[in-house]
Antibody
Framework: EVQLVESGGGLVQPGGSLRLSCAASGFTFSSYEMNWVRQAPGKGLEWVSYISSSGSTIYYADSVKGRFTISRDNAKNSLYLQMNSLRAEDTAVYYC?????????????WGQGTLVTVSS | SYVLTQPPSVSVAPGQTARITCGGNNIGSKSVHWYQQKPGQAPVLVVYDDSDRPSGIPERFSGSNSGNTATLTISRVEAGDEADYYCQVWDSSSDHYVFGTGTKVTVL
């Protein structure tokens, strides 16, 4: 069974840092492209970042570029999101999501999400 | 940046058909994916590549895409279909994924 489990969320002050993790199991993690998607309270989905299966290709949303860093450790079946210079508008539930191999790649599996709250 | 516009809400009676639109400039040239999200839960992929269904998704969910509008159609709507629905595309000009604004489907 495919499982994605996020961790690392919590309360952080503006300007602070946080590192999110996503532990993958039930599939060959190193073969899949991965993403982070966030959802602010009561708002819609916002794509945050993408990383290729090898980690060689990375993309970011304009809203986080220069502040967030996506990475992965295929030996540990883990995806990460290092978040620096956090702002109130970064408050959201953060999901890791697997890009499907089939077709052009919708996100076929999602974690349950981890809540990040940026507040003083 | 590429923008996807959805109606904020759609209401439908049980057994009827719900149609959710997703508007974007020449969206017909892109592959559209659709997600269902129920309160407090992670999104679920219900249609990918315009009209394909992942395993386990009922045939009542179908999709189409042409011109400037993609459409998710839910036939024979059930109470359990009440949820938020989002469209998504890959914008190759910016190397960004883009989600639509979301549509809340209410079953009357």
């Amino acid at each position: 069974e495919v499982q994605l489990v996020e961790s690392g969320g919590g309360l952080v002050q503006p300007g602070g840092s946080l590192r999110l993790s996503c532990a993958a199991s039930g599939f060959t993690f190193s073969s899949y492209e991965m993403n982070w998607v966030r959802q602010a309270p009561g708002k819609g989905l916002e794509w945050v970042s993408y990383i290729s299966s090898s980690g060689s290709t990375i993309y970011y949303a304009d809203s986080v570029k220069g502040r967030f860093t996506i990475s992965r450790d295929n030996a540990k079946n883990s995806l990460y999101l290092q978040m620096n210079s956090l702002r109130a508008e970064d408050t959201a539930v953060y999901y890791c999501a697997r890009r499907a191999v089939a077709g052009t790649g919708g996100f076929d599996y999602w974690g349950q999400g981890t809540l990040v709250t940026v507040s003083s | 940046s590429y923008v996807l516009t959805q109606p904020p809400s759609v209401s439908v009676a049980p057994g009827q058909t719900a149609r959710i639109t997703c508007g974007g400039n020449n969206i017909g040239s892109k592959s559209v994916h659709w997600y269902q999200q129920k309160p407090g839960q992670a999104p679920v992929l219900v249609v990918y590549d315009d009209s394909d269904r992942p395993s386990g998704i009922p045939e009542r969910f179908s999709g189409s895409n042409s011109g400037n509008t993609a459409t998710l159609t839910i036939s024979r709507v059930e109470a359990g279909d009440e949820a938020d629905y989002y469209c998504q595309v890959w914008d190759s000009s910016s190397d960004h994924y883009v989600f639509g604004t979301g549509t809340k489907v209410t079953v009357l």
